[in-house]
């Protein structure tokens, strides 16, 4: 199917665990992001890539680890999972123009116990 | 620091009524905002948007003003529906940059 997908839509983990959420899209759009939604926090930036195998941080990438091989897929890796890391995550791309239209998949919520 | 700010976290109005939802920035380099709305458990979706340039653009039911030298904008929604009801996200950006800043998000809830 076009667009922006997401996998797991739902994951539980425990406390010191690696968890990998994935993305993919199919708009061979150049740019893609990673946000976590938290109430009183709104929308905040995690990770980001340019284009394949270039990645920059957000404004919160610390304990979350990005890898970028194939421009349709930018997996979100939590390395060592920790309760404040419980979030909905949402994966999000765009075209390389700045003012064009930034697309969302349809999120994650990550529950660390 | 947050650069984008909704200081309402949420807003219920009649329906048929105008919904006015606000959004205040710090940054002044950003030139470029948008509207994203938001449904429970989907992703926010892209409603409208507005350069520095202008200071009104409009969409439909949907009016965004950009008042610069308040930094300041407002999204109006005429007449509100109850498909309406969203979480609501001002986002920035400055020229050239490559990332948007997102507000808290205000909770709109159109009362039939």
């Known amino acids: 199917d076009a667009g922006i997908t997401q996998s797991p839509r739902y994951k539980i983990t425990e406390t010191g665990r690696q968890v990998t959420l994935m993305c993919h899209q199919t708009?061979?759009?150049?740019?893609m992001f990673w946000y976590r939604q938290d109430l009183g926090h709104g929308l905040r930036l995690i990770y980001y890539?340019?284009?394949?195998?270039?990645?920059d941080k957000g404004e919160v990438p610390d304990g979350y680890v990005v890898s970028r091989s194939k421009t349709e897929n930018f997996p979100l890796t939590l390395e060592s999972a920790t309760r404040s890391q419980t979030s909905v995550y949402f994966c999000?791309?765009?075209?390389?123009?700045?003012?064009?239209?930034?697309?969302f998949g349809p999120g994650t919520r990550l529950t660390v116990l | 620091d947050q650069q984008v700010k909704q200081n309402s976290p949420s807003l219920s109005v009649q329906e048929g009524r105008i919904s006015i939802l606000n959004c205040d920035y710090t940054?002044?380099?950003?030139?470029?905002f948008l509207w994203y709305k938001k449904y429970p458990a989907e992703g926010p979706t892209f409603l409208i948007s507005?350069?520095?340039?202008?200071d009104k653009n409009e969409d439909g039911r949907f009016t965004v003003f950009l008042n610069k030298s308040a930094k300041h904008l407002s999204l109006h929604i005429v007449p509100s529906q109850p498909g309406d009801s969203a979480v609501y996200f001002c986002a920035a950006s400055g020229f050239g940059n490559e990332k948007l800043t997102f507000g808290t998000g205000t909770r709109l809830t159109i009362i039939p």
């Open positions: 507005i350069s520095s340039i202008k």
């Open positions: 708009w061979s759009h150049s740019y």
């Open positions: 999000a791309s765009r075209t390389g123009r700045s003012t064009d239209t930034q697309y």
């Open positions: 940054n002044s380099m950003f030139d470029y």
């Open positions: 890539s340019a284009a394949a195998d270039i990645t």
